[in-house]
């Protein structure tokens, strides 16, 4: 996964395939080649694939790698508070 630097800790990692919205990652420059190194980017990715994202999907400072979707990622949806899982 590729992050386009926007700022002096934000990265935008820009739509691509299935994803409905893009992302955004606020990292320093410590922290980020432990972001690239795991399964956090491809994880934030996945959450801005998910029905009913309804903006950028942003990953926090200390985003890590989960089960399925990364720890320490937030979203926001447009159906009423509720994410649509096929």
Do not use: W
Request: charged fraction near 25%.
């Amino acid at each position: 996964m590729e992050l386009v630097r926007e700022g002096r800790n934000r990265y935008i990692l820009r739509r691509q395939g299935k994803m409905r919205v893009e992302g955004i990652v606020y990292v320093n420059h410590q922290l980020l080649p432990l972001v690239m190194g795991d399964k956090s980017l491809q994880q934030l990715a996945n959450a801005a694939c998910l029905p009913g994202v309804a903006d950028r999907v942003c990953g926090m400072p200390d985003i890590h790698e989960g089960f399925g979707l990364p720890v320490e990622r937030h979203f926001r949806s447009g159906t009423n508070g509720k994410l649509k899982f096929p």
